[in-house]
């Protein structure tokens, strides 16, 4: 019914939301001057105005932060893509790295080049929103 069987969707939908993502961006939201809200209210903004063109602009380095950390958290996920995945080409790298490793013995090169290729994306991942990182962080951890 839903399609998430066998697709990338049953991948990414599923992780995009949790617990710790509700709490991160609630505190980072927190920091956010409340006068900024009834400022746009006076200008006669509707509360979806008020969240689409002040809030949501406002929250972005904490939104990256909160990509940063779901992609980090699920990018080496295991179970879940080998129970959802069949399709041979849909296979993410830690349940292809499971395939080296058959009746025939192990073949220790191909798991060390996965493994390589494995910590490329999240290095260069960090160097590219590094920035952005630190200053979610620090924005949502201060009060006041």
Known sequence: MLHLLDS??????PASFS?????LLRQFMLTI?????EAAAIDGATPWQVFW??????????????????????????????????TQALRTLPVGML???TIYGRQTNLIMAASVMAVV???ILFLVSQKFLVRGIQ??????
């Open 53 to 86: 063109d002040v809030i949501l602009p406002l929250s972005r380095p904490g939104l990256i932060t909160l990509a940063i950390f779901a992609f980090l958290g699920n990018y080496g996920s295991f179970f879940w893509p080998l129970v959802l995945i069949k």
């Open 19 to 23: 617990a710790f993502g509700t709490f």
């Open 121 to 123: 994306p999240p290095v």
């Open 99 to 101: 395939y080296f490793d």
């Open 33 to 37: 001057p409340s006068s900024l809200d």
């Open 139 to 144: 924005l949502g951890a201060v009060k006041g």
């Open 8 to 13: 990338y969707t049953g991948l990414i939908v």
